[in-house]
C-alpha cells in the first residue's frame, strides 16, 4: 500500500538558517503530493502542494520538487522564522478516486531567536 | 466561510461513558474525513464519506467506534463504551466536489479518557 517516510524530529534551527525536512514516498501510479502543517493547538493547514512530476510547489518562502525519480518531496526553506515553529506533515493522496491522504508521522521544528 | 467546525474542543470523560464528537464540513463540500492524531500512531484515517454515504470505515479501530452522517452539513462519531487508550485528537477534515486532493481540516477534539 501507500506510505509515506519522513525525518523524525524535533529539527532545531536558529532563525534565519536553511531549513530541509526530507520525504520520501511509496505509491503505485502518481500520486499528488502534500506539505500540510500544524501549529500548536490547531488543525492541520494545507502548506503546498504538487500534482504531477517535476511540479514545485511554494508557499511562504517555503517550497518542495516533486521528484519522480527518487520518490521524494523535500521541504525547503532559506531562512527559517521563530513563527515557523510547528509540526510538517508530508502527505500524499493515490489514485483511489476520493482523494484520501496517507500522512507521514510529522516532524517537529523548532526555531530559537 | 467558517471553515471545518467541530465541537467539543475539549472532552473530558471516564472510562465507560458514551463520547459524542461532532463535526460540520464546509458549505458545498460533499465528502468528509475522520482522522484519529496520537503521539504513538500518528494520523490514522478511520472513516470518510462521500455525499453521506460511508466509503471506507476500514480504520475504525473497533465495533465501539461508529459515524455517521445524517445530511450534508453534520457528522458525528460516537465511541460507546469509551477506554483510556480512545485518548487522541480527533479531526474532521472535509474536501469540495471529486475529484479535488485538498483537505481542509478542523481544530480537532481533544479526548481524554480516564
Known amino acids: 500500500g501507500d506510505s509515506v517516510t519522513q525525518m523524525e524530529g524535533p529539527v532545531t534551527l536558529s532563525e534565519e538558517a536553511f531549513l530541509t525536512i526530507n520525504c520520501t514516498y511509496t505509491a503505485t501510479g502518481y500520486p499528488s503530493l502534500f506539505w500540510y502543517v500544524q501549529y500548536p493547538g490547531e488543525g492541520l493547514q494545507l502548506l503546498l502542494k504538487a500534482t504531477k512530476a517535476d511540479d514545485k510547489g511554494s508557499n511562504k518562502g517555503f517550497e518542495a520538487t516533486y521528484r519522480k525519480e527518487t520518490t521524494s518531496f523535500h521541504l525547503e526553506k532559506g531562512s527559517v522564522q521563530v513563527s515557523d515553529s510547528a509540526v510538517y506533515f508530508c502527505?500524499?493522496?493515490?489514485?483511489?478516486?476520493?482523494?484520501?491522504?496517507?500522512f507521514g508521522k510529522g516532524t517537529m521544528l523548532l526555531v530559537s531567536p | 466561510d467558517a471553515g471545518v467546525i467541530q465541537s467539543p474542543r475539549h472532552e473530558v470523560t471516564e472510562m465507560g461513558q458514551e463520547v459524542t464528537l461532532r463535526c460540520k464540513p464546509i458549505?458545498?463540500?460533499?465528502?468528509l474525513f475522520w482522522y484519529r492524531q496520537t503521539m504513538m500512531r500518528g494520523l490514522e484515517l478511520l472513516i470518510y464519506f462521500n455525499n453521506n454515504v460511508p466509503i471506507d470505515d476500514s480504520g475504525m479501530p473497533e465495533d465501539r467506534f461508529s459515524a455517521k452522517m445524517p445530511n450534508a452539513s453534520f457528522s458525528t462519531l460516537k465511541i460507546q463504551p469509551s477506554e483510556p487508550r480512545d485518548s487522541a485528537v480527533y479531526f474532521c477534515?472535509?474536501?469540495?466536489?471529486?475529484?479535488?486532493?485538498?483537505?481542509?481540516f478542523g481544530p480537532g477534539t481533544r479526548l481524554t479518557v480516564l
Open positions: 502527505a500524499l493522496s493515490g489514485n483511489s478516486g476520493y482523494s484520501t491522504l496517507t
Open positions: 477534515a472535509s474536501i469540495p466536489t471529486q475529484p479535488y486532493n485538498e483537505q481542509f
Open positions: 458549505s458545498g463540500h460533499n465528502s
